[in-house]
């Protein structure tokens, strides 16, 4: 690894985040503004674990949180970038202040002299916490990399960047960059993005397209496009805060809507409680309340009623097998009688021939396909010494309970089950969800 003194490191704007955790909490705070949640931080890849040195660089990481807020340039750019944000919303964020003291708990359990589990809990009100998720994924990872591999080298990775882009955008695939949360650390996200930048540059009359990152502090240093809709949180918030997991859909999907607007951030994830729940709640028409916004704000005196599926542009995979996932969608919208053209955003553990085969799949099936590509890009080394794959860590923090209650996700595959398993088991009962395992879900070596 090279040591230099000079790189950046760390978490280095508020916008040093995911643009769906902005959405989300601009819709949280319209709907949900005094909802208590916890989150909880999984190690999914448990034998690579933390030295206390790292433990300590990541608890000075996270106490600095404290120095973050959104700048007057920042808040301007994101008005004129992102027009959807409401002004309340950006009124908000201007004020918002990480408290990782109030709401951050991390701690370190020693299980040898020389490494241990890190155990971390968010906790307070959902619109005050939901930001923490991001930063703190990749402060962890930035930390196992800086401290406890560093049988690595920066070397390469701009080139490796390029070179993947030219692959994908010479293969007619549309894609965004989505590996803020895995990224092995700041810089090598500035290399991935800069080679991908390149590319775009250097392949104009390629018929793949580069329409930006997910990082929205990113997408500004390098005026590129935010990316994002929604996360899996937004239902299972939704479903615990009201104890309800057969109406969590509709009302995330209604109260989305209402938020937004008809066709605005209008792909929708469909795997949180499995996508054949959702599916029935996608084909039903719009709520009556939607219908009534929407006439206070058109000259006609009668609309006729869309269904949810009408109104949403799209959807996106992230469990489970992306072929079955394709006929899956094509068979739905054929019943629902939707036209072709409807956009699947492909988002789960993607590589260069991943996107090209999903392409091909997806397009036999009327659709446009799009790819938001994360791990693989931000985090993808190899060891100095063996010349084998410097494995990534797999991590996440997921949205644990709302008002008390256990938050879940199910999912379009059994190993990506997360929360209280006899919650898990409730909610499959109620939804009559049945199991899935797909062979490429392997959590434990995912991108190893």
């Not at 643009?19 to 705070?29: G, H, I, N, P, R």
């Not at 155990?119 to 005050?128: F, K």
């Not at 985090?379 to 794959?389: E, V």
């Not at 199910?410 to 199991?435: I, R």
């Amino acid at each position: 690894m090279d040591s230099s003194q000079s790189r950046p490191e760390g978490v280095l704007s508020v916008l040093d985040t995911d643009l769906y955790k902005l959405t989300m909490q601009c819709a949280v705070l319209q709907f949900f503004p005094k909802t208590h949640v916890t989150y909880k931080f999984t190690n999914r890849t448990p034998d690579m674990r933390l030295s206390h040195e790292a433990f300590l660089w990541v608890q000075s990481q996270v106490e600095k949180l404290n120095d973050l807020f959104l700048s007057s340039e920042e808040h301007d750019w994101l008005k004129s970038k992102c027009p959807y944000l409401k002004p309340e919303y950006l009124g908000f964020l201007h004020q918002f202040r990480f408290k990782p003291s109030q709401h951050v708990k991390l701690q370190y359990v020693a299980v040898s002299e020389t490494h241990g589990d890190i155990s971390l809990l968010v906790e307070g009100l959902w619109v005050d916490t939901i930001l923490y998720e991001i930063p703190l994924l990749a402060l962890v990872s930035e930390a196992y990399f800086k401290f406890c591999d560093r049988d690595w080298s920066y070397e390469g990775q701009e080139k490796n960047a390029y070179g993947k882009g030219i692959k994908l955008l010479r293969g007619g695939c549309v894609f965004s960059e989505f590996g803020t949360r895995r990224r092995r650390d700041t810089e090598t996200q500035h290399r991935v993005i800069q080679g991908l930048k390149r590319a775009a540059q250097e392949c104009q009359g390629c018929s793949g397209k580069l329409t930006g990152t997910s990082n929205v502090y990113f997408a500004k240093q390098y005026d590129l496009q935010p990316v994002g809709t929604m996360a899996h949180e937004w239902f299972m918030g939704i479903a615990a805060s009201e104890n309800d997991y057969e109406d969590a859909t509709r009302t995330g999907l209604r109260n989305w809507t209402k938020c937004f607007g008809k066709g605005v951030l209008a792909v929708a994830l469909t795997d949180t409680f499995g996508t054949p729940a959702f599916l029935k709640i996608f084909g039903q028409l719009i709520s009556e309340e939607l219908i009534n916004h929407d006439a206070s704000n058109s000259d006609s005196d009668t609309q006729k009623a869309p269904t949810y599926a009408e109104i949403f542009t799209g959807v996106r995979q992230d469990s489970g097998d992306p072929l079955d996932y394709i006929n899956t969608m094509r068979k739905f919208y054929e019943t629902m009688n939707l036209p072709n053209g409807r956009t699947i955003v492909f988002s789960d553990s993607l590589n260069v021939e991943k996107c090209i085969e999903y392409k091909s799949k997806a397009e036999q099936g009327g659709f446009k396909p799009t790819f938001g590509i994360g791990t693989f890009l931000t985090n993808d080394f190899k060891s100095l010494s063996s010349g084998a794959k410097s494995v990534p860590l797999n991590i996440v923090i997921k949205l644990s309970s709302a008002e008390g209650r256990p938050a879940v996700k199910l999912s379009d595959d059994l190993g990506k089950n997360t929360g209280d398993q006899e919650e898990v088991e409730k909610a499959k009962k109620q939804l009559g969800y049945v199991d899935k395992h797909w062979e490429g879900g392997n959590e434990q070596s995912r991108w190893g």
